[in-house]
C-alpha cells in the first residue's frame, strides 16, 4: 500500500496533500517511460495464441533453430496455462478450446514431453472438451497445413473471391480491414494447400477423439443461427463440389491479384494491416509463390513478425500488434490533465512526434465506401496508411487542441482541420461511427462458416462514436451548428443499454462504453440532470465494488448476457468509472471519494499500478487484450482531474476527454 493513501473504514476522501503526492508519484513514473523522443509505447498482450503461432510458423518453414528463444517462448507458454488445464483467451478466463490446442502444439514442438505433467493435464483437458477438431476455423485451417486435420475441415474460400463485383454479395470491401488482410494471403494459402516442411515431424494426434478424416460435422460459431448458416451451409457444400474444378485461367489471375493486393499494402518493416495474422499469411503467401527469401517483400514481411516480440529476460511472447499512437495521444491526455509544465512539455513532445504520422496522401480502404472524402487519419501503429482509424485520429485531435488553446500560433490548426473534415466523412448512415470503416454493416456475411469468430464487420458502436462526439463537440461544433454532431449524440442516446450503460466495442467493457459516452454527452453541453447521466451514474455506482474499485470481466461479451455480474477491481477500470462519474457531474458522489481512495491505496512504491487482468477488447468473445500501459496513464488521468475538479469548485469538465 502506498504510504500516500489509506482507504478508511469509510473511504472518506484523503487530503489534499496525500492526493498531491499520488499524482506526482505517478507523474513522475509515467514521464520517466517515455522512448526519448517523444512518444510512449507499452507492451500490447494477447493470449497464447499468437506465440504458439509464432513457434509453429518458424517449425512450417524450417527457420533455423533458436533453441534460447524457444525455451524462453516455452517459459510463457506454461505460466500462462490455466488450473483448468488449457489456456484461456485472457487472465484467469475459462478454457479455450484453440489456444489451448496451439499451446500444446507449440510446446510439442519446442521440446516439451507428452507426458509431462502440464502436458498430460493439458491434452486430458482438450480430450475432454471433445478434442481438437472442436477447434475454431482459424485453428483448423492452421491444422490443414500441418497435415492434422483434411482440409474439408476448413470451410471453402475460393481465391476467385479477388474476381467478385462490388455489387455481389461477398465482397472485400463489406468486410473489415482486419478481415480482409487475414483474408487475402490466406486464399491463396487455402488454394495452393501447402504442407507444412515441419522438420521435426511433430504431430498431435493424440488431441482428437476421432480420426480427423472420420469428422463429418465441424463446429460453427456460437452466433451462427438459422435460417443465415443454414444457407450459407448449403453453400459451402456446392462450393466444395466446385473449387477443384475451377479453371486455370481465373485462377492464376485470381492468385496475381491476391498478390499484387498484398503487396500494394505491405507496409514494409510495420507489416499488412499492422497486425500479426496478416504478417503470418503474407509471408507463407510469398513461400508458396516462389517468392526468394533475398526478395524484399519477403524480408520485409519476415522482420515484421519479429519486430513483434516481447523480450525479456526469463520469457518471450509474441504482440498481435503495436501501439504507440494510441499509447501516445492517451498519455498526453494524461500529462496535460496533471497540469505541470515538465507533463505539458513531454505533452508538447508528443504531438510533435504524432503531427508527421497523419496520413495525408494515402487513400485506403476506407474510400471504398467514401471515395470523395480526402485522408486526414491516424493509425494506431507506427505505420499502416492503408488503415487509420477514426478512434485514435480523434484521441490525437483532442489533444493537440486542447494542447494549443491559448497559443496564438495554432500550430495544428491545419491538421485539425484535416483529420476534422475525415472524420465527417466517415461518418456512417446511422449517425455511428465504426473503427476503420463507414457502413461496414452486412451482418449478414457473420453467418458465412468462415466467420465462426463473429468479428468480420467493422460497424459503428458506442465507444468510437462517442470520441468522434467529444472531438466535434471540443473543436466548437454544437448540436444546433452540426447536423454531424447532432446525429452522432442521437445514436449515443440510442444506443444506451436498458440498464443505463453503454456497450464498449474496443474495451472491457460496459465501464468503457459508459465512460466514452458520458465524457461526450457532457462536451455537447447535454444538462447534467438529463435521464441519459441519471441512468448511467446509477449503474455505475450500483457495480462498484466494496474496495472502493471498479471491474468487469471480459465475459460480459457473452451472447447471453443479462447484466453486470461481480468482477474484480481494476486500476483503469475504476479510472474510466470516475471520469465517466466526473463527466456526469458528479464529481462530489461518494463513490468518486470512495474510487479515489482505491486508486491511491493501490498504487505501487513505483507510483504506478500493477494491472495483470485483461481490460481490452479484439473481436468479443474471441481475442482480448492487456494494453500495459492503461494501468500508468489512466489512473493518473482520474486522479488529476478530480483534483482539478474539486479545486476549480467545477461540476462541468471543459474538454472532450
Known amino acids: 500500500m502506498n504510504a500516500a493513501a489509506?482507504?478508511?473504514?469509510?473511504?472518506?476522501?484523503?487530503?489534499?496533500?496525500?492526493?498531491?503526492?499520488?499524482?506526482?508519484?505517478?507523474?513522475?513514473?509515467?514521464?520517466?517511460?517515455?522512448?526519448?523522443?517523444?512518444?510512449?509505447?507499452?507492451?500490447?498482450?494477447?493470449?497464447?495464441?499468437?506465440?504458439?503461432?509464432?513457434?509453429?510458423?518458424?517449425?512450417?518453414?524450417?527457420?533455423?533453430?533458436?533453441?534460447?528463444?524457444?525455451r524462453k517462448i516455452g517459459v510463457y507458454l506454461r505460466r500462462c496455462q490455466g488450473d483448468h488445464g488449457g489456456w484461456p483467451l485472457y487472465q484467469d478466463g475459462p478454457f479455450h478450446i484453440s489456444s489451448s490446442v496451439k499451446a500444446y502444439f507449440a510446446l510439442k514442438m519446442i521440446g516439451d514431453d507428452v507426458d509431462a505433467p502440464h502436458m498430460?493435464?493439458?491434452?486430458?483437458?482438450?480430450?475432454?472438451?471433445?478434442?481438437?477438431?472442436?477447434?475454431?476455423?482459424?485453428?483448423?485451417?492452421?491444422?490443414?497445413?500441418?497435415?492434422?486435420?483434411?482440409?474439408r475441415g476448413v470451410p471453402v474460400m475460393p481465391v476467385e473471391i479477388m474476381l467478385l463485383p462490388k455489387w455481389f454479395p461477398f465482397h472485400l470491401d463489406k468486410i473489415s480491414?482486419?478481415?480482409?488482410?487475414?483474408?487475402?494471403?490466406?486464399?491463396?494459402?487455402?488454394?495452393?494447400?501447402?504442407?507444412?516442411?515441419?522438420?521435426?515431424?511433430?504431430?498431435?494426434?493424440?488431441?482428437?477423439?476421432?480420426?480427423?478424416?472420420?469428422?463429418?460435422?465441424?463446429?460453427?460459431?456460437?452466433?451462427?443461427?438459422?435460417?443465415?448458416?443454414?444457407?450459407?451451409?448449403?453453400?459451402?457444400?456446392?462450393?466444395?463440389?466446385?473449387?477443384?474444378?475451377m479453371p486455370s485461367g481465373p485462377r492464376e489471375r485470381s492468385i496475381e491479384l491476391a498478390m499484387t493486393w498484398t503487396t500494394e499494402r505491405l507496409n514494409g518493416v510495420d507489416g499488412l494491416g499492422g497486425i500479426f495474422p496478416s504478417m503470418v499469411n503474407s509471408l507463407l503467401m510469398y513461400d508458396v509463390l516462389g517468392v526468394p527469401d533475398a526478395d524484399e517483400r519477403k524480408k520485409q514481411a519476415r522482420?515484421?513478425?519479429?519486430?513483434?516480440?516481447?523480450?525479456?529476460?526469463?520469457?518471450?511472447?509474441?504482440?498481435?500488434?503495436?501501439?504507440?499512437?494510441?499509447?501516445?495521444?492517451?498519455?498526453?491526455?494524461?500529462?496535460?490533465?496533471?497540469?505541470?509544465?515538465?507533463?505539458?512539455?513531454?505533452?508538447?513532445?508528443?504531438?510533435?512526434?504524432?503531427?508527421?504520422?497523419?496520413?495525408?496522401?494515402?487513400?485506403?480502404?476506407?474510400?471504398?465506401?467514401?471515395?470523395?472524402?480526402?485522408?486526414?487519419?491516424?493509425?494506431?501503429?507506427?505505420?499502416?496508411?492503408?488503415?487509420?482509424?477514426?478512434?485514435?485520429?480523434?484521441?490525437?485531435?483532442?489533444?493537440?487542441?486542447?494542447?494549443?488553446?491559448?497559443?496564438?500560433?495554432?500550430?495544428?490548426?491545419?491538421?485539425?482541420?484535416?483529420?476534422k473534415e475525415w472524420i465527417i466523412g466517415m461518418q456512417s448512415k446511422n449517425g455511428g461511427w465504426?473503427?476503420?470503416?463507414?457502413?461496414?454493416?452486412?451482418?449478414?456475411?457473420?453467418?458465412?462458416?468462415?466467420?465462426?469468430?463473429g468479428a468480420l464487420l467493422d460497424p459503428p458502436t458506442a465507444d468510437v462514436s462517442a470520441r468522434c462526439v467529444s472531438m466535434l463537440a471540443q473543436l466548437g461544433d454544437t448540436i444546433d451548428s452540426s447536423e454531424c454532431l447532432k446525429r452522432g449524440v442521437d445514436y449515443l442516446l440510442k444506443e444506451q443499454e436498458k440498464d443505463g450503460s453503454w456497450f464498449g466495442r474496443w474495451g472491457a467493457n460496459y465501464i468503457y462504453g459508459t465512460w466514452s459516452t458520458l465524457c461526450a454527452l457532457n462536451a455537447v453541453g447535454l444538462p447534467h440532470?438529463?435521464?441519459?447521466?441519471?441512468?448511467?451514474?446509477?449503474?455505475?455506482?450500483?457495480?462498484?465494488?466494496?474496495?472502493?474499485?471498479?471491474?468487469?470481466?471480459?465475459?460480459?461479451?457473452?451472447?447471453?448476457?443479462?447484466?453486470?455480474?461481480?468482477s474484480p477491481s481494476t486500476a483503469s477500470q475504476t479510472a474510466w468509472a470516475l471520469l465517466g462519474l466526473m463527466a456526469a457531474g458528479d464529481v462530489d458522489h461518494p463513490a468518486v471519494a470512495r474510487g479515489i481512495a482505491y486508486l491511491q491505496s493501490t498504487q505501487n512504491d513505483a507510483g504506478l499500478w500493477n494491472e495483470a487482468r485483461f481490460t481490452a477488447t479484439g473481436f468479443p468473445r474471441v481475442f482480448y487484450l492487456r494494453y500495459h500501459g492503461y494501468g500508468k496513464f489512466f489512473p493518473l488521468w482520474a486522479l488529476a482531474r478530480y483534483r482539478n475538479m474539486r479545486r476549480a469548485n467545477s461540476k462541468r469538465v471543459q474538454v472532450g476527454l
Open 177 to 245: 480491414y482486419w478481415g480482409r488482410t487475414v483474408l487475402v494471403p490466406m486464399l491463396v494459402l487455402m488454394t495452393k494447400k501447402p504442407r507444412a516442411k515441419n522438420p521435426r515431424n511433430i504431430h498431435i494426434a493424440e488431441l482428437f477423439t476421432t480420426p480427423p478424416e472420420e469428422v463429418k460435422v465441424w463446429p460453427k460459431g456460437e452466433h451462427q443461427t438459422w435460417p443465415w448458416a443454414n444457407i450459407f451451409g448449403q453453400l459451402d457444400k456446392l462450393l466444395r463440389l466446385i473449387e477443384p474444378h
Open 120 to 151: 498430460a493435464r493439458a491434452r486430458a483437458a482438450i480430450l475432454a472438451y471433445g478434442g481438437g477438431a472442436k477447434s475454431n476455423v482459424f485453428t483448423r485451417a492452421l491444422l490443414a497445413l500441418y497435415g492434422e486435420i483434411p482440409w
Open 6 to 70: 489509506r482507504i478508511d473504514a469509510n473511504f472518506a476522501a484523503v487530503s489534499t496533500e496525500a492526493l498531491e503526492t499520488s499524482i506526482q508519484n505517478a507523474k513522475r513514473a509515467l514521464l520517466s517511460l517515455g522512448k526519448g523522443d517523444g512518444h510512449f509505447c507499452f507492451e500490447l498482450e494477447a493470449d497464447t495464441s499468437l506465440s504458439a503461432e509464432y513457434v509453429l510458423m518458424r517449425h512450417f518453414r524450417a527457420e533455423p533453430l533458436d533453441a534460447e528463444l524457444e
Open 303 to 419: 522482420e515484421a513478425i519479429e519486430r513483434l516480440l516481447v523480450v525479456h529476460d526469463a520469457e518471450i511472447y509474441c504482440q498481435p500488434c503495436v501501439s504507440p499512437v494510441w499509447d501516445t495521444c492517451l498519455t498526453a491526455h494524461t500529462l496535460l490533465e496533471t497540469g505541470d509544465e515538465d507533463a505539458r512539455e513531454q505533452a508538447r513532445q508528443a504531438c510533435e512526434w504524432l503531427a508527421p504520422l497523419q496520413v495525408l496522401d494515402v487513400k485506403g480502404d476506407w474510400a471504398a465506401q467514401r471515395p470523395h472524402v480526402r485522408p486526414g487519419g491516424w493509425a494506431f501503429q507506427y505505420a499502416n496508411a492503408y488503415y487509420p482509424d477514426v478512434d485514435d485520429t480523434a484521441v490525437v485531435v483532442t489533444a493537440m487542441d486542447r494542447l494549443t488553446a491559448n497559443d496564438a500560433s495554432r500550430p495544428y490548426d491545419e491538421r485539425i482541420a484535416r483529420a
Open 529 to 566: 440532470d438529463h435521464d441519459a447521466y441519471r441512468r448511467a451514474v446509477a449503474w455505475l455506482v450500483a457495480i462498484q465494488n466494496e474496495d472502493g474499485g471498479w471491474g468487469e470481466d471480459l465475459a460480459s461479451y457473452k451472447l447471453d448476457y443479462k447484466g453486470y455480474e461481480k
Open 434 to 453: 465504426g473503427a476503420f470503416d463507414a457502413d461496414n454493416t452486412c451482418h449478414y456475411l457473420n453467418h458465412i462458416p468462415f466467420a465462426d469468430h
